[in-house]
């Protein structure tokens, strides 16, 4: 084996301590910036693909945009007066991502082609394994891996017979001719919904198979006028303005209203859903079928202000009927038909419990995290899980995940990281990690508020566990960022 890269030795004011960032994503530049700022630049990046930008890399689908605003989607410290929209394509993300990077000389930093495999602590240092054979030692990691990273493929008999293109929305293959094909869109998720908007116009028939409808929410994306853009360069707290008044109407109106499934915020959202398909779909069948049986918000709610009018359109048709298969022609569905297609697109989503996986992590005492995460994963504010010392999460188990910014999650939690971090190089620890018993107690408060919030209300959705228990953070948003101010001590035990 060969060393990556020569670690330094070393604790406490006086030494270096040794960082490995796992990822180039929205998480992983942002973990290198911030080291960078706290005089920390003794670290490594390790990206596994040969290019920056993580999720906003991965997916390029047809319609691909975010459906947070672009002025909150983005870094805090790097505000972009240039976004073309209200919210952002993925192009356009992942060019801002690569921008920052380059501007800030993060983009030279990363190690690309590089492939953690394994994470080992021993001796009280992290010994990094990577796929090409060399290796690292690391006072400190951070894995910035991401959530929206595995592909979930259907188990659906046959898929694997079919005779034209099958291309996953998280993988797309732009090779692959879609005008004037009659395509196939499995799946009714945010991905499914831009697709069908961004294909209908172009395919000769467009068939959405529905296995459960969604609440669709109205939202605009008007431009920004080259009149507005000017503006925001000449007046940047005007950006900063808009970004906390953004920020403040999710929280209040959005992410502090799901963990109470009666709040009156909630009830309007569902009542503007509501109102959004009775208006907007003219066929009484056809508005029947589109329309769920469990309320707003229990499932990610899905922003689109044409999906509509797109299934509405004479070349496409909404198919509710199971698929019984996949043969080399087509879908068949139970009922016996079988629906001639051209290309096949999955948007069937994330495999949302790997986080870190399949690197393998193994931490004090030889724990495999692994058999620690047996049960489904969980981590201590999204950051830390016990037995694993100086091995921190960015939008980790647990985390606030929702229609608001992963960014603003991820840059609240490298604060209250890098506090962690700085007890060890003020020589109070060599290592910090959260105790069992801190674990236990948030787990069993994290599952006891799950209970009353919107996504336990009646309906299958990626926030559940395999238990049925919501995953995602239970609390409001202004709980979370008062978690992260300062870590409670007493919760961790330093060594």
Known sequence: MTTAQSPSAGHGRNGSSRFVIIGAGMSGILSAIKLREAGLHDFAIYEKADRLGGTWRDNTYPGLACDVPSHLYCYSFAPNPDWSHRFASGAEIQSYFEAVARRLGIDRL???????????FSDGRWKIELADGSTDVADFVIAATGVLRDPAYPDIPGLETFAGPALHTARW????????????IVGTGSSAIQVVSALVSEAAELVLFQRTPQWIMAQENPPYTPAERDDFRIHPEKMAELRADIARAFADGFSNAVVDAYSPQLQAIHEACVANLENSVRDP????????????????????DDFYEAIQRPNA???TEAIAGIEP???RTADGRLHALDVLVLATGFR????????QVSGRCGARLDDVWKEGPFAYLAITVPAFPNFFMLNGPNGPVGNFSLIDVAELQLGYILQLVEQVRAGSCREVSVSPTAMRRFEDERRQAAASTIWQSGCKSWYLDPHGVPIAWPWTFDRFREEMRAPRLVDFELR
């Open 352 to 359: 949302v419990d790997r986080f870190v996986r399949p690197m």
């Open 110 to 120: 990363i190690q690309y082609g590089k492939e953690v495999r394994r994470c080992t």
């Open 329 to 331: 022609g087509g879908v």
């Open 285 to 304: 069948e056809l508005r029947e079928k589109l329309r769920p049986n469990y309320r707003a918000g229990c499932k990610r709610l899905i922003m689109s």
């Open 317 to 319: 048709r909404l198919v």
């Open 173 to 184: 293959d732009h090779r692959v001719t879609t005008a004037g094909r009659r395509i196939g």
